[in-house]
């Protein structure tokens, strides 16, 4: 059964840091791309990283760069998601997702159930 479930949401204060992970299961992680989204209450969801199948190929939206780190570990199925310097609009639901074929094509088609990530004074 393919899986992705995501953890290691919190609170932080603006420029704190937190690590989540996308554990995968059911499926090799080298032969599919990772994507990180978010969706924050009331707003639309918005790709957040993504790294591909050979951890060759990387994206970062604008308002993550230099902030954001993603990154996998093959042996234990798990991508990361390093954010540090926190900002109050980086609250959002984290979600991972999976694509057979991004760069290409982003058809990210199965997803986990997301993380909360919350950033307050």
């Known amino acids: 059964q393919v899986q992705l479930v995501e953890s290691g949401g919190g609170s932080v204060q603006p420029g704190g840091s937190l690590k989540l992970a996308c554990t995968t299961s059911?499926?090799?992680?080298?032969?599919?791309?990772i994507g990180w989204f978010r969706q924050a209450p009331g707003k639309e969801r918005e790709a957040v990283s993504f790294?591909?199948?050979?951890?060759?190929?990387?994206y970062y939206a604008d308002s993550v760069k230099g902030r954001f780190t993603i990154s996998r570990d093959i042996a234990k199925a798990v991508v990361y998601l390093q954010m540090n310097d926190l900002k109050l609009d980086d609250t959002a639901t984290y979600y991972c997702?999976?694509?057979?074929?991004?760069?290409?094509?982003?058809?990210?088609?199965?997803w986990g159930q997301g993380t909360r990530v919350t950033v307050s004074v």
């Open positions: 997702a999976r694509s057979r074929n991004w760069p290409l094509t982003p058809d990210f088609n199965i």
């Open positions: 790294i591909d199948s050979r951890a060759r190929a990387t």
């Open positions: 059911g499926f090799n992680l080298e032969h599919y791309a």
